[in-house]
Nanobody
Framework: QVQLVESGGGLVQPGGSLRLSCAAS????????MGWYRQAPGKERELVAR???????SYADSVKGRFTISRDDAKITVYLQMNSLKPEDTAVYYC?????????WGQGTQVTVSA
């Protein structure tokens, strides 16, 4: 089993920044295959950014140039630095870890971008 715990969400004004963290524990020994998704009200969950199984990064077009995913392999922790936030970035952000055919999810953290 894998446990994922997110932190760092909150309320921020447009143009502001937030940093999300996701700490993994259990039977997980690499941050490859970990990433972030988000789900806005009335919309489907979508990929934001992730590390592929090979360790490269992948971003949604809507966040390229504004968001950066990073990691600490020693702590099995991934981060999402979000800059130049827009109201349309408002969503619940979920940490994800893929292990073979299994997707593990965190509980989610709310990010609200509003004046």
């Amino acid at each position: 089993q894998v446990q994922l715990v997110e932190s760092g969400g909150g309320l921020v004004q447009p143009g502001g920044s937030l940093r999300l963290s996701c700490a993994a524990s259990g039977r997980i020994f690499s941050t490859n295959g970990m990433g972030w998704y988000r789900q806005a009200p009335g919309k489907e969950r979508e990929l934001v950014a992730r590390f592929t199984s090979g360790g490269s990064t992948s971003y949604a077009d809507s966040v390229k140039g504004r968001f950066t995913i990073s990691r600490d392999d020693a702590k099995i922790t991934v981060y999402l630095q979000m800059n130049s936030l827009k109201p349309e970035d408002t969503a619940v952000y979920y940490c994800n870890a893929r292990r073979g055919p299994t997707n593990y999810w965190g509980q989610g953290t709310q990010v609200t971008v509003s004046a």
